[in-house]
Structure formats: structure tokens, C-alpha cells
């Protein structure tokens, strides 16, 4: 395709000219002009320049000025015919390619081509204007405005052209020749707006209702702005439950819960204080009870205890550290001694590489030998002084801390004097390692230390023996407290038992007194039950000797019965002891209104299913059981016969009052 600029714009890139006129060619050959509709001849140049005109082409191959040379024409161009001979065109809408091309660098121009659809046909603006404007891009923008759409165009042709852009989810359309775009992701609309500024062409007419310039901008739209907003809130939250999970891994754990001081929790306490392995958890415990303040008269004596079997760990403990001292002295020995192994092997070393640098041995090595030699020597003598000043600094530490314990010690001028003869016999013995007069001054300083050991060593003894001691009085004194505080100890669980004791022998002499009473009351209503018998009999036998009436043996025997049933209530009224508790009393007023309520009387199942919606601990013993206790409020009946016989219970109260 030819720029508008003429002449000018091709003669300064005349090498992209044969790209330009390919694709106008191809543009202007794949149109299909019908000569029925166009009232112009196919051969008249100027129709052809003002159809160009009208599309925003530069016509091309018109008679008149040539506009460039034949040697820069591309070959195979006939301008009579305005078509390219041996030159296919490529369409962009073929699958693989895509409809827009990849971006190019910043520093290629981008050359947009025409673009065919079945329905209409895109043609590329003057690529000297300036690009199309564009607001800024909204957040989460997935829509676009497109305007300068062609008065016949449909939402088919707008999906047929925009759908190679992406998936397409919404087309709002308006009789204005705009519409919105809406596609399914956010990099779909840079691809529309690719297409801003083509010129769109339906078919093959060249009516202006058919055709117009394309403006693709972005649009703000509310879905859009929500999905991005719901997006962001998604991250945000993503983030901060990122944030609180690395808060968590890095927060140190909490300390264990500390219970509350009790008796029992201190008896356990004082277990794990004994026990070595669990001290450090029980000493906790100890101290936030004691900064609590649960210390008083009454605890005094078991914190008291506590602390000293506290107290009692401190000797433990610095056996522990004499232990890992011990060790730690051990391993230092060790290493001195390891080292000494390994600087003596140096020396022999040294010494090896000494005698192969003499002139008996030396004359029969080559150039190359005799010079490794040499660097092997000097580097095993750096490694054997390294060797040297590093078992030299251990000793002198040795010898500062002998020093330094010995200044508590009387024999402190010998000492400094052996410890400098010592000092200098060993700084005499490793700088002449090799020579007999050094080795006696080692062995003089090695004995020399010997003797120091030895003296330090009865000193230690000493210290020793008075540690002892003192352990044992310690000792003694514990074990004396210890006895003392467990005889108080069980003095107190003694007192408490004598006092529980006391109160069971309490309550088992009154349920003995309660029993005589029962069995007293149990042999009266057996002999009055004889008597009564015995008068009945007595009765039933005059009835029959002195032949009284029927009515007279009922009377009588309705007058036994009297006896018996006021004998029984005199009994009852004995055993009654009144009421027990303020519920009882509360018990019988809300029974008393329920039975008079239904003067026909109610079974135990229906007062215990009433009476358990006020309260659901009580049981339907315990109602019947307060029933028979006051026979003169409530009274039991058998109602139906056989199978359907009942028992009920009525209030009888106001009976009694009005007999009496």
C-alpha cells in the first residue's frame, strides 16, 4: 500500500515500497466491484481516483507523472491493470496466524494490513496520521466502546468481526452506529483496540450507510469494576491469611496454662519437685503461686516444704556442673594431647624434609624435585609453628588459671617462681625442640608441674572432706524437719478422722433409736391387732349364743374396724413428724391445688407428669411417699373393676374441716 505522501514519502523508503503496493493490490483485488451498480467505466482514471479518494486510498498506476522509476518498480506490475502478476496475498484471518499480529519491538513501525471478513472488509488508516486517541484504561477493564460503525451494520457482523479479538460475552448495541463490546478477559481488549481507526466496509457498496471509520476505545462498566474490585478483595484476603500464617509459625509459643493452688495440687507439686526430670516444670508453678500470694498460715508449712525440696536441687546441680567440668577438662586434656601427637609428627616432618636438604642427598635430585622439596618444606614448617603457638597459648592458659587459684593459697611466691621456671623451660623446649639441652628443660617443667598437681591435688582433697561434712549436718537437719512436718502431717489426717468417726457413730445411734421406735410401735399394733381379735370372736360368739340380728354383728364389727383405722391413724400421726424442708410445703400447696382442680381425683403418673414440669429432678415415689404422710389432706381410691381398676388420690381437707 502507497502512502498519502507521495513521492516524497517513497523515494525516502523506497525498500519497503514492493511491500506497500502488495498488500494495496491484494486489497483492491479481492474487492468485488459489480459494473451494474457503479455508473463509472472500469477504464476511466478519474472515477478510479475518486473511489480511492473516498475509501482514504492513494491511487496508484493513474497516467500522468510516473512516481517512481522502473528500476525500483517491482517486476510483474501492470498499472493498467492495478493487479500484481506472481505475488499471492496473505490473509490475516487464516487459522494460525490470528487476526492481530504479535507486537513488535519499540523500534519497528507497525504496518497494518487489510483485513477480509465474510461480510465486510477492514481497511487500514493513513499510517502518517497520527494513532487514534484512547482514554485511560479503566481498572479490570473488560469492555469496549466501539463507534463509527456503519448505519447497516448488525450484531452478527460486529460478533463476525470482533470474536477473532476473544470470546465475546455481551454485544449492547445502539441505533446510534456505537455499540459496547463486553469479552471474557482483559488481554482480549487490547486486541480490539488494535482495530481502532480501519475503515469498515460491508460487502462490495460504496454506499456511506455501508461503510465507516471504526473508534475502539475502553469503556467503564460497573460488572467490569465489581469483578476487579471482588478480585483485589480475593487477593487482599489471600494476603492477609498468608501474613497471619507467617505470624503464627513465627510467634513463640505460650507458656503452659498455671493451675490454681490447692491441697491436692500442691501434694502433686511437691511429688514433681523430687523428681529431676520434671523440676523445671514444677519450679514454675511454684513461683507464680508464691507471686500470687497464696502463701498464709494455713499453707505455710506446705510451701515451706516445697522450697526446700527446691533447695535441694542446688547440690545436684553443681554436681552436674563438676560433672560436665570434668568432662570438659577431660576433653581439653585430650586435645592437648592429640595436638602434642600431631606436632611431634610436624617436627619429624621438618626433620625428614631438613635431611633431604643436605648436601649428601640433595646433589641426586633433579631441579623440579628439589624444588617441591623446598615448597613442602616451608609449608610442614608454617603448619608445625601454627602447631607450636596454638598448644603454647592452651598452656599458658592453663598456667593463668593456676595462677589465678593459687593467689588464694599461702605458697604463693614458690609457685610464681616455679610457674616462670616452668614458663621458660617450655618456651625453651619448642623453640629448640630438636636439641638434647631442650628436652631436659622440658622434662625439668614437667616435673616441675607435676609437683604443683600434686600439691593441688591435696588441697582439693581437703575441700573435699570439709563438703562432706557439712553434708551430713545438712543432712541431718533435713531429715529432722522432714520427720517433724510429716509428724504434723499425720496429726492433722488423724484429727480429721476422729472427727468424722464421731459424727458416723452419731448418725448410727439415732438410726438405732429410730429402729427401737419402730419395732416398739410394730409389737403395739401387733397386740392391739390380738385383742381386737380376741374381742371379735368373743363378739361373733355372744351374737350367735344369744341370737342377736345381723345388723347388730355389722355394727359391731364397724366399730373394730373404727378401732383399728383410729389406732392406725394415731400411729401414722406418731411417725408424722411434720414437714421437713420448705419444698415439701411448696410441693403439697401446688399438689393441693391441683387435686382441686379434678374432684374426681388423679393416678401418681398424672401428678408426677405435672409436677415435673416445675421440677424435673423429682420422682413419683417421692410425691406418693409425701401423700401417705398426710392422710388427712389426701386420701387414696380404687376406681373400675378387673383390669380397668385405678388408684387415685383426692383431696379430702375441706372433708375434715367440715366434719369437724
Same mark, same amino acid.
Given at each position: 500500500?502507497?502512502?498519502?505522501?507521495?513521492?516524497?514519502?517513497?523515494?525516502?523508503?523506497?525498500?519497503?515500497?514492493?511491500?506497500?503496493?502488495?498488500?494495496?493490490?491484494?486489497?483492491?483485488?479481492?474487492?468485488?466491484?459489480?459494473?451494474?451498480?457503479?455508473?463509472?467505466?472500469?477504464?476511466?482514471?478519474?472515477?478510479?481516483?475518486?473511489?480511492?479518494?473516498?475509501?482514504?486510498?492513494?491511487?496508484?498506476?493513474?497516467?500522468?507523472? @510516473?512516481?517512481?522509476?522502473?528500476?525500483?518498480?517491482?517486476?510483474?506490475?501492470?498499472?493498467?491493470?492495478?493487479?500484481?502478476?506472481?505475488?499471492?496475498?496473505?490473509?490475516?484471518?487464516?487459522?494460525?496466524? !490470528?487476526?492481530?499480529?504479535?507486537?513488535?519491538?519499540?523500534?519497528?513501525?507497525? +504496518?497494518?494490513?487489510?483485513?477480509?471478513?465474510?461480510?465486510?472488509?477492514?481497511?487500514? @488508516?493513513?499510517? &502518517?496520521?497520527?494513532?487514534?486517541?484512547?482514554?485511560? *484504561?479503566?481498572?479490570?477493564?473488560?469492555?469496549?466502546?466501539?463507534?463509527?460503525?456503519?448505519? /447497516?451494520?448488525?450484531?452478527?457482523?460486529?460478533?463476525?468481526?470482533?470474536?477473532?479479538?476473544?470470546?465475546?460475552?455481551?454485544?449492547?448495541?445502539?441505533?446510534? /452506529?456505537?455499540?459496547? %463490546?463486553?469479552?471474557?478477559?482483559?488481554?482480549?481488549?487490547?486486541?480490539?483496540?488494535?482495530?481502532?481507526?480501519?475503515?469498515?466496509?460491508?460487502?462490495?457498496?460504496?454506499?456511506?450507510?455501508?461503510?465507516?471509520?471504526?473508534? +475502539?476505545?475502553?469503556?467503564?462498566?460497573?460488572?467490569?469494576?465489581?469483578?476487579?474490585?471482588?478480585?483485589?478483595?480475593?487477593?487482599? *484476603?489471600?494476603?492477609?491469611?498468608?501474613?497471619? #500464617?507467617?505470624?503464627?509459625?513465627?510467634?513463640?509459643?505460650?507458656?503452659?496454662?498455671?493451675?490454681?493452688?490447692?491441697?491436692?495440687?500442691?501434694?502433686?507439686?511437691?511429688?514433681?519437685?523430687?523428681?529431676?526430670?520434671?523440676?523445671?516444670?514444677?519450679?514454675?508453678?511454684? #513461683?507464680?503461686? %508464691?507471686?500470687?500470694?497464696?502463701?498464709?498460715?494455713?499453707?505455710?508449712?506446705?510451701?515451706?516444704?516445697?522450697?526446700?525440696?527446691?533447695?535441694?536441687?542446688?547440690?545436684?546441680?553443681? &554436681?552436674?556442673?563438676?560433672?560436665?567440668?570434668?568432662?570438659?577438662?577431660?576433653?581439653?586434656?585430650?586435645?592437648?594431647?592429640?595436638?602434642? !601427637?600431631?606436632?611431634?609428627?610436624?617436627?619429624?616432618?621438618?626433620?625428614?624434609? &631438613?635431611?633431604?636438604?643436605?648436601?649428601?642427598?640433595?646433589?641426586?635430585?633433579?631441579?623440579?624435585?628439589?624444588?617441591? %622439596?623446598?615448597?613442602?618444606?616451608?609449608?610442614?614448617?608454617?603448619?608445625?609453628?601454627?602447631?607450636?603457638?596454638?598448644?603454647?597459648?592452651?598452656?599458658?592458659?592453663?598456667?593463668?588459671?593456676?595462677?589465678?587459684?593459687? /593467689?588464694?593459697?599461702?605458697?604463693?611466691?614458690?609457685?610464681? +617462681?616455679?610457674?616462670?621456671?616452668?614458663?621458660?623451660?617450655?618456651?625453651?623446649?619448642?623453640?629448640?625442640?630438636?636439641?638434647?639441652?631442650?628436652?631436659?628443660?622440658?622434662?625439668?617443667?614437667?616435673?616441675? $608441674?607435676? =609437683?604443683?598437681?600434686?600439691?593441688?591435688? =591435696?588441697?582439693?582433697?581437703?575441700?573435699?572432706?570439709?563438703?562432706?561434712?557439712?553434708?551430713?549436718?545438712?543432712?541431718?537437719?533435713?531429715?529432722?524437719?522432714?520427720?517433724?512436718?510429716?509428724? @504434723?502431717?499425720?496429726?492433722?489426717?488423724?484429727?480429721?478422722?476422729?472427727?468424722?468417726?464421731?459424727?458416723?457413730?452419731?448418725?448410727?445411734?439415732?438410726?438405732?433409736?429410730?429402729?427401737?421406735?419402730?419395732? $416398739?410401735?410394730?409389737?403395739?399394733?401387733?397386740?392391739?391387732?390380738?385383742?381386737?381379735?380376741?374381742?371379735?370372736?368373743?363378739?361373733?360368739?355372744?351374737?350367735?349364743?344369744?341370737?342377736?340380728?345381723? $345388723?347388730?354383728?355389722?355394727?359391731?364389727?364397724?366399730?373394730?374396724?373404727?378401732?383399728?383405722?383410729?389406732?392406725?391413724?394415731?400411729?401414722?400421726?406418731?411417725?408424722? @413428724?411434720?414437714?421437713?424442708?420448705?419444698?415439701?410445703?411448696?410441693?403439697?400447696?401446688?399438689?393441693?391445688?391441683?387435686?382441686?382442680?379434678?374432684?374426681?381425683?388423679?393416678?401418681?403418673?398424672?401428678?408426677?407428669?405435672?409436677?415435673?414440669?416445675?421440677?424435673?429432678?423429682?420422682?413419683? &415415689?417421692?410425691?406418693?411417699?409425701?401423700?401417705? *404422710?398426710?392422710?388427712?389432706?389426701?386420701?387414696?381410691?380404687?376406681? !373400675?373393676?378387673?383390669?380397668?381398676?385405678?388408684?387415685?388420690?383426692?383431696?379430702?381437707?375441706?372433708?375434715?374441716?367440715?366434719?369437724?
Amino acid at each position: 500500500m502507497v502512502d498519502a505522501g507521495g513521492a516524497e514519502s517513497i523515494a525516502r523508503c523506497p525498500q519497503e515500497l514492493p511491500q506497500m503496493m502488495a498488500a494495496a493490490a491484494d486489497g483492491l483485488g479481492s474487492i468485488a466491484i459489480d459494473t451494474t451498480q457503479l455508473n463509472m467505466s472500469v477504464t476511466d482514471p478519474t472515477a478510479w481516483a475518486t473511489a480511492m479518494n473516498n475509501l482514504g486510498m492513494v491511487p496508484v498506476g493513474l497516467p500522468g507523472q @510516473q512516481l517512481v522509476s522502473d528500476s525500483i518498480c517491482v517486476p510483474g506490475f501492470d498499472p493498467g491493470l492495478n493487479m500484481m502478476t506472481g505475488i499471492t496475498s496473505i490473509n490475516p484471518m487464516i487459522p494460525g496466524l !490470528g487476526l492481530v499480529p504479535p507486537p513488535p519491538p519499540a523500534e519497528v513501525t507497525v +504496518v497494518k494490513e487489510i483485513i477480509h471478513c465474510k461480510s465486510c472488509t477492514l481497511f487500514p @488508516q493513513n499510517p &502518517n496520521l497520527p494513532p487514534p486517541s484512547t482514554r485511560e *484504561r479503566p481498572p479490570g477493564c473488560k469492555t469496549v466502546f466501539v463507534g463509527g460503525l456503519p448505519e /447497516n451494520a448488525t450484531e452478527e457482523i460486529i460478533q463476525e468481526v470482533f470474536e477473532q479479538c476473544g470470546d465475546i460475552t455481551a454485544i449492547r448495541k445502539s441505533k446510534k /452506529n456505537f455499540c459496547h %463490546i463486553r469479552f471474557a478477559e482483559e488481554f482480549m481488549v487490547d486486541k480490539a483496540i488494535y482495530l481502532s481507526g480501519y475503515r469498515m466496509r460491508l460487502g462490495s457498496s460504496t454506499d456511506k450507510k455501508d461503510s465507516g471509520r471504526l473508534h +475502539v476505545d475502553f469503556a467503564q462498566a460497573r460488572d467490569d469494576f465489581y469483578e476487579w474490585e471482588c478480585k483485589q478483595r480475593m487477593r487482599a *484476603r489471600e494476603e492477609r491469611h498468608r501474613r497471619k #500464617l507467617e505470624e503464627d509459625r513465627l510467634r513463640p509459643p505460650s507458656p503452659p496454662a498455671i493451675m490454681h493452688y490447692s491441697e491436692h495440687e500442691a501434694a502433686l507439686l511437691a511429688e514433681k519437685l523430687k523428681d529431676d526430670s520434671k523440676f523445671s516444670e514444677a519450679i514454675t508453678v511454684l #513461683l507464680s503461686w %508464691i507471686e500470687r500470694g497464696e502463701v498464709n498460715r494455713r499453707s505455710a508449712n506446705q510451701f515451706y516444704s516445697m522450697v526446700q525440696s527446691a533447695n535441694s536441687h542446688v547440690r545436684r546441680l553443681m &554436681n552436674e556442673k563438676a560433672t560436665h567440668e570434668q568432662e570438659m577438662e577431660e576433653a581439653k586434656e585430650n586435645f592437648k594431647n592429640a595436638l602434642t !601427637g600431631i606436632l611431634t609428627q610436624f617436627e619429624q616432618i621438618v626433620a625428614v624434609f &631438613n635431611a633431604s636438604t643436605r648436601q649428601k642427598a640433595w646433589d641426586h635430585f633433579s631441579k623440579a624435585q628439589r624444588k617441591n %622439596i623446598d615448597i613442602w618444606r616451608k609449608h610442614s614448617e608454617e603448619l608445625r609453628n601454627a602447631q607450636s603457638e596454638q598448644l603454647m597459648g592452651i598452656r599458658r592458659e592453663e598456667e593463668m588459671e593456676m595462677s589465678d587459684d593459687e /593467689n588464694c593459697d599461702s605458697p604463693t611466691k614458690k609457685m610464681r +617462681v616455679d610457674e616462670s621456671a616452668k614458663q621458660e623451660g617450655n618456651s625453651l623446649g619448642w623453640t629448640l625442640s630438636v636439641c638434647p639441652s631442650a628436652l631436659a628443660a622440658q622434662a625439668y617443667a614437667l616435673k616441675e $608441674e607435676n =609437683d604443683s598437681l600434686r600439691w593441688q591435688l =591435696d588441697a582439693y582433697r581437703n575441700e573435699v572432706e570439709l563438703l562432706k561434712q557439712e553434708k551430713e549436718q545438712l543432712f541431718r537437719t533435713e531429715e529432722s524437719l522432714t520427720k517433724d512436718q510429716q509428724l @504434723q502431717f499425720l496429726q492433722q489426717t488423724m484429727q480429721g478422722m476422729q472427727q468424722q468417726l464421731l459424727t458416723i457413730q452419731e448418725e448410727l445411734n439415732n438410726k438405732k433409736s429410730e429402729l427401737e421406735q419402730a419395732k $416398739e410401735e410394730q409389737s403395739h399394733t401387733q397386740a392391739l391387732l390380738k385383742v381386737l381379735q380376741e374381742q371379735l370372736k368373743g363378739t361373733k360368739d355372744l351374737v350367735e349364743t344369744n341370737g342377736h340380728s345381723h $345388723e347388730d354383728a355389722n355394727e359391731i364389727n364397724v366399730l373394730t374396724v373404727a378401732l383399728v383405722n383410729q389406732d392406725r391413724e394415731n400411729n401414722t400421726e406418731k411417725r408424722s @413428724q411434720g414437714l421437713k424442708s420448705e419444698k415439701e410445703a411448696l410441693l403439697i400447696g401446688i399438689i393441693s391445688t391441683f387435686l382441686h382442680v379434678h374432684p374426681f381425683g388423679a393416678n401418681i403418673e398424672y401428678l408426677w407428669s405435672y409436677m415435673q414440669q416445675l421440677d424435673s429432678k423429682i420422682s413419683a &415415689n417421692e410425691i406418693e411417699m409425701l401423700l401417705m *404422710r398426710l392422710p388427712r389432706m389426701f386420701k387414696q381410691e380404687f376406681t !373400675g373393676v378387673g383390669a380397668t381398676l385405678e388408684k387415685r388420690w383426692k383431696l379430702c381437707a375441706f372433708e375434715g374441716i367440715k366434719t369437724t
